[in-house]
């Protein structure tokens, strides 16, 4: 069994940061890529950002270019997203994943709303 917990969401007002964190337990053997989905109210999930086993990145919307940072603790089975400069657009369930042997595994979401 294998289990992601997401931490660090919250509200906080334009322009601000906040750090994802998500750390996976269980039954991992080794290290496998990472990453976060988001799901917007009314809309379809999709994919933020990926971090590979080799530590390269790869962010799937233009619009968090630049203003979000994926990385890892390879130690720890930990991947986290800082986001800075967010907008009320970034107002969404952020979920953290992992591929291990072709098989996705998910957390269980956490809130993160942009709002003055």
């Known amino acids: 069994q294998v289990q992601l917990v997401e931490s660090g969401g919250g509200l906080v007002q334009p322009g601000g940061s906040l750090r994802l964190s998500c750390a996976a337990s269980?039954?991992?053997?080794?290290?496998?890529?990472m990453g976060w989905y988001r799901q917007a109210p009314g809309k379809q999930r999709e994919l933020v950002a990926t971090i590979h086993v080799n530590g390269a990145t790869n962010y799937a919307d233009s619009a968090v270019q630049g203003r979000f940072t994926i990385s890892r603790d390879n130690a720890k089975s930990t991947v986290f997203l800082q986001m800075n400069s967010l907008k009320p657009e970034d107002t969404a369930i952020y979920y953290c994943?992992?591929?291990?042997?072709?098989?996705?595994?998910w957390g269980q979401g956490t809130q993160v709303t942009v709002s003055s």
């Open positions: 269980g039954r991992i053997f080794g290290i496998y890529p």
């Open positions: 994943f992992m591929t291990m042997l072709q098989r996705d595994y």
